[in-house]
């Protein structure tokens, strides 16, 4: 254990050897661990190492990213994805994969968020949780990041969050519970940024109270590459790998504290054996994994991600019938399929969508003609591109333009939602021109449809599909898959209409969380707000029913729902089972609903299936900030299935017994407080009743809702205003305790 070792050989234990590995101690049996990027790949560096994706690093493959899995809305697909990159990184000798990310998208304008999957913490923590027990049922560690509150790239070494309590319970912290306590994983990495003013990697309230204490996290907390400020501060904090290594530096800190009584060598101890039950994932690399079966898997997994936006007059899919097709755009032929940044892979090979569609065209006695459209790079002339994509769609049956976003990156926020005006230009003069338009997109943050939606027909969110999503493109497009992919974020109108509109990205080293709770689908359909296409949303190429909605109460605070899902179309499909919750119970103010339980069912033509889906007490449960615990208020709740988190196709109201919660009675506590308490409040009103006259009492009586005016008033200070014996005062004190 620790005893055999010299303080400062438990020290080097605990910061990088170099750039991704940890220091090895081989005399006493301790090897040396590599940790490397991913999530949606592994960025194996052997030769300069970089945290920026600049530098060159092993060929490996590259799944669909968080943003499109986040899509998929299917546990099985995650799964999936972690799995195959667990076993590249067992082939590579990697000890510990960095991700998954889970943060919240709070803001389409986020840089990052094509690492993350959701606005929503349910749908983004049930995905990450099978992610990480997939991939480390392979042998290697998962590292969930970015441990929190991290929403944006602009000053993103330095911002502070500036988050509420509940919000962060709420929001922003639930992801990484249902991680910490579902899957276990490895290590969490803090993030950069301050929360409330303190750094993430020396918050000891958010690494020890609640990762730890709270939910029992056992694994090892390691800080993101370059994360650390004050390496003692950070360890007494939780923190127990600081990564990368800076030659022993802040090694000598620690010693140094641990000599002068800063720093209890028992903090040390705890890391450092934290770090040998993280070396036990080590194994030798094989170098070894199969390159082709992986990008068929990558390809599979890429169609099941893609949500089909709209489809009018049945556009898509391309029959045998359409005889002329006309690919227009760059990203066909110049496929955008991830973003940049530490996440960027090395791929093994990538598919263009124009190759795969002449293949399957090809093999249906289609013909199939080009067209740049424009250049993603500013080069060439937009008009002589554009005038060629025109004529070009005026010749075909239909004309398939892909549109996007030319590069979203890590450390860089958006400015807007905007696709390139070019593009826009495009796609408008190939809807006036061809009789049938569909647009492919492909972009790591939603983009804005506006100025050209309507002029199409059919509209495919293609998001980052990673190096076969050329592949899954025409696979959807040409019916061969069916699209089942719903958003797991909004897609506004507006820029100005998103909730955080007016607080992000912050000023002077502060963004104010304004909004609250009320992030995403919970902010427009609160206050009523439209959108282009709501959380949830997706269209299919058959159709389904959902009904029979049974709402089963299963104790104080918990559930079941099941519904019955029908496949009326004629084609197989999956279809996603939406349940939200929707109540007024309480003292704070809740979201009109809230996504509370899904899953994703596949159904054969004419197939039904009875579908149920437990609600447990978190399902119904708020924050309550003083009770400093999660609180079901007693009351009506609306269990509704929804066909989107707009549209409710079923509901059931159901009434909670909920937690009785009575509250401590004290002089500070407020009067409002003291005629609630049902035990003490009708003592109370006895004893201020007491000394009055008849008339006196009824008057009293009938001006009961002047109580209002002081409700807010503490007891110490409503004492001035009325006459209680002190003995009754102290008596009521303890009847309230």
């Known amino acids: 254990m620790s005893d055999e070792l010299s303080l400062e050989q438990k020290a080097s234990l605990l910061s990088g050897r170099d750039f991704w590995s940890t220091e090895p101690i081989e005399e006493a049996g301790v090897p040396s661990i590599v940790l490397t990027d991913g999530p949606h790949g592994i960025r194996r560096q052997t030769g300069d190492a970089d945290h920026l994706g600049i530098n060159e690093s092993l060929p490996a493959t590259c799944f669909p990213p968080a943003v499109a899995v986040g899509s998929s809305w299917d546990a099985e697909i995650a799964a999936r994805v972690g799995a195959a990159v667990g076993r590249e990184a067992r082939a590579f000798g990697v000890g510990v994969v960095l991700g998954p990310g889970v943060n919240i998208k709070r803001s389409p304008l986020c840089g990052r968020n094509f690492e993350y999957y959701s606005e929503d913490p349910l749908l983004s923590g049930v995905l990450a949780s099978a992610h990480v027990r997939a991939l480390q049922a392979e042998g290697p560690g998962a590292s969930v990041k970015h441990f929190a509150a991290n929403n944006q790239e602009t000053d993103r070494m330095r911002v502070s ?30 993030s950069y940024n301050r929360i409330n003013g303190v750094y993430a990697s020396q918050n000891r309230w958010l690494l020890t109270e609640v990762l730890r204490e709270q939910w029992g996290f056992d694994g090892a907390v390691v800080s993101d590459w370059g994360g650390v400020y004050d390496r003692v501060a950070a360890l007494a904090a939780g923190l127990d790998l600081q990564m990368p290594g800076n030659g022993g530096v802040d090694d000598a800190e620690v010693v140094r504290a641990v000599r002068d009584g800063e720093l209890d060598e028992a903090v040390v101890d705890q890391s450092v054996r934290r770090m040998r039950v993280l070396a036990e ?173 309507d002029d199409v027909d059919a509209i495919l969110e293609g998001w980052l599909l990673g190096q076969a999503g050329g592949g899954a493109l025409a696979d959807l497009l040409f019916g061969v898959a069916n699209p089942s992919g719903r958003l797991a974020e909004t897609i506004p109108l507006r820029l100005e209409d998103t909730p955080a509109y007016l607080n992000f990205p912050g000023e ?62 004629d084609r197989a499909g999956g279809h996603v089972v939406q349940v939200y919750v929707a109540t007024t119970a309480g003292p704070v103010r809740r979201p009109a609903r809230e996504l509370r339980a899904f899953t994703k069912v596949f159904l054969q033509p004419g197939e039904s299936r009875r579908v149920e889906l437990a609600l447990d007490r978190r399902a119904f449960a708020y924050y309550d900030v003083e009770l400093g615990r999660w609180t079901v208020a007693a009351g009506e709740y609306a269990v509704q299935i929804g066909q989107d988190a707009s549209t409710v196709v079923a509901e059931q109201t159901i009434t909670l017994t909920g937690d009785v919660i009575v509250k401590a009675l004290s002089l500070d506590t407020p009067v409002g407080d003291w005629f609630a308490h049902p035990v003490v409040g009708p003592e109370l009103m006895r004893t201020l009743m007491a000394g009055l006259s008849e008339e006196q009492a009824r008057q009293a009586e009938e001006q009961a809702e002047m109580l209002q005016m002081v409700a807010s008033l503490p007891m110490r200070q409503f004492l001035g205003f009325v006459s209680i014996p002190e003995e009754a005062l102290n008596r009521m004190i303890a009847m309230g305790a």
């Open 161 to 190: 969050a500036d988050v509420d309590e509940r919000t962060l319970r709420e929001i922003y912290l639930p992801a990484f519970e249902r991680v910490v306590t579902e899957a276990l994983p490895a290590t969490v990495m803090s």
């Open 281 to 453: 994932r080590v194994s030798p690399a094989t170098g070894e994994f199969d390159a082709e079966a992986h990008h068929a898997e990558a390809r599979e997994l890429a169609a099941a991600c893609a949500v089909l936006l709209k489809n009018d007059r049945a556009t898509l899919p391309i029959t045998e019938r359409t005889r002329r097709i006309a690919v227009i755009g760059e990203f066909a032929a110049e496929p955008r399929y991830q973003g940049g940044g530490s996440s960027r892979i090395n791929a093994t090979r990538v598919d263009a969508a124009l190759q795969e569609i002449q293949v399957l065209a090809g093999s249906r006695g289609q013909t199939v003609a080009y067209a740049r459209g424009y250049a993603a790079d500013g080069s060439g002339d937009p008009l002589e591109l554009r005038e060629q994509a025109v004529r070009a769609a005026a010749e075909a049956d239909i004309a398939v333009v892909f549109a996007g976003v030319a590069e979203e990156s890590e450390g860089v926020d958006r400015e807007h939602l905007d696709l390139p005006a070019d593009q826009v230009e495009l796609i408008r003069a190939v809807a006036a021109a061809a009789p049938r338009t569909v647009v492919v997109l492909s972009n790591g943050g939603v983009v804005s449809l506006e100025g050209w939606h």
């Open 508 to 569: 002077q080293g502060h963004a104010r969380y304004g909004e609250g709770v009320m992030v995403g689908y919970r902010y427009y359909e609160t206050v009523g707000r439209a959108v282009r296409y709501p959380f949830g949303h997706g269209l299919s190429y058959t159709v389904f029913t959902t009904g029979d909605l049974k709402v089963t109460v299963t104790g104080d605070d918990t559930a079941t729902a099941a519904v019955t899902v029908t496949n009326t179309g």
